[in-house]
């Protein structure tokens, strides 16, 4: 349970250090604002066409008599834009962090020389195309397992009672899960840590994990705070990382060097 709270603290730490660091959180605004925009017209083209293109699918139901065929499609498109809505959540995260990678990657490198007792930060010395293709290609992998997940959560909320009650919670730890990898992998990546080790990693600290993700995916619900929490998002995620590897930090080094001045 106590990693419950640290995992938060992660979170806070990363928007408290962006706070203090305006320059940095200005450019890791733009990749969340580019994403906004292009999810946005996602769905909005969805919400329009979505109606359309469910009549295109089912043309069995051209001939049911009125209410049923209005009730039918009426359905399987609020079912359409539900997948749709929750798939730009699970996805989210991984376009941001496609998209900003230079930026985001710059921020975590602060981050770690800030924090850093030697005051350096780990660089993989991977040209930029090569950590682009290692970043799509491991967040094609977590979109796979998220989607998954998605799929199964979304079949079992038809079940009465705890698919109203026990599911969505569940899908909010899942969701959160998620966003820590994808987050953290930022910081793991320059550090040559391969996904498969970067999930050993997350599962071994699950409560952390929960403490930093879930709240933080319950935040991105909130139309526009995804954009203005990434970048801080990303810094915290890029603390947390340290803590998994047990990295010491500046702040830990000064904390231990009172408690032997006291004692």
Same mark, same amino acid.
């Given at each position: ?73 009426? =359905? /399987? !498109?609020?079912? %359409?834009? &539900?997948?749709? @809505? ?7 995260? +991984?376009?941001?962090? #496609? ?78 899960? =998620? /966003? !820590?990898?994808? %987050?953290? &992998?930022?910081? @793991? ?7 498969? +080790?970067?999930?050993? #990693? ?62």
């Amino acid at each position: 349970m106590r990693d419950l709270g640290v995992g938060f603290g992660y979170l806070l730490k990363g928007q408290r250090w962006v706070g203090r660091h305006g320059k940095q959180y200005g450019f890791g605004l733009l990749p969340g604002l580019i994403a906004l925009v292009l999810y946005a017209a996602a769905l909005v083209a969805l919400a329009l066409w979505g109606e359309d293109g469910v009549a295109w699918a089912t043309p069995f139901a051209d001939d049911w008599s009125s209410p049923w065929q209005g009730l039918f499609r009426g =359905f /399987l !498109t609020v079912v %359409l834009f &539900a997948l749709g @809505l929750l798939l730009a959540v699970l996805t989210f995260t +991984a376009v941001t962090l #496609l998209i900003g990678q230079p930026f985001y990657e710059s921020l975590s490198e602060k981050v770690d020389e800030d924090v850093s007792p030697d005051g350096t930060a780990p660089r993989s010395g991977l040209p930029l195309w090569h950590e682009l293709w290692i970043s799509a290609r491991d967040s094609l992998r977590i979109l796979v397992r998220a989607m998954l997940w998605g799929i199964l959560l979304f079949g079992l909320g038809f079940l009465p009672v705890v698919g109203q009650t026990v599911v969505p919670v569940l899908g909010f730890f899942v969701t959160g899960f =998620f /966003l !820590t990898e994808e %987050l953290t &992998a930022v910081a @793991l990546q320059r550090r040559g840590v391969e996904l498969r +080790a970067r999930l050993t #990693l997350l599962r071994s600290r699950k409560s952390l994990v929960w403490g930093f993700g879930t709240p933080l995916g319950l935040a991105f619900l909130v139309p526009f705070v995804a954009v203005f929490l990434m970048p801080g998002a990303v810094a915290g995620a890029t603390l947390l990382a340290r803590d998994l590897l047990g990295e010491e930090s500046a702040e830990e080094e000064d904390a231990e060097d009172r408690v032997r001045v006291t004692s």
